[in-house]
């Protein structure tokens, strides 16, 4: 029996802010997630949101692209400030 190989670094995370009226242009990107837009504020908030995203992922010794949606979803949840 075969095991499959999977290619790592294929996913990726996105953050869109729509709440940005002063007209400055917020991007923030990495290797696996790019953040466009948003107030300072909720800028600010996606990025702490990713980063701890990624940094519990290092924790459970998971990728990104080996998450189920659910359990991404439930990590992402637990990661954003309150």
Do not use: C, W
Not at 7 to 33: C, Y
């Amino acid at each position: 029996m075969t095991k499959k190989k999977t290619k790592r670094g294929s996913g990726a995370l996105l953050g869109l802010g729509l709440d940005n009226e002063d007209g400055h242009r917020r991007i923030t990107t990495g290797k696996q997630f790019a953040i466009y837009g948003g107030s300072a504020e909720t800028h600010e908030r996606m990025t702490e949101t990713i980063v701890k995203t990624f940094e519990e992922l290092k924790q459970r010794g998971k990728h990104l692209d080996e998450v189920r949606p659910v359990e991404l979803a439930d990590i992402i949840k637990n990661s954003s400030p309150r």
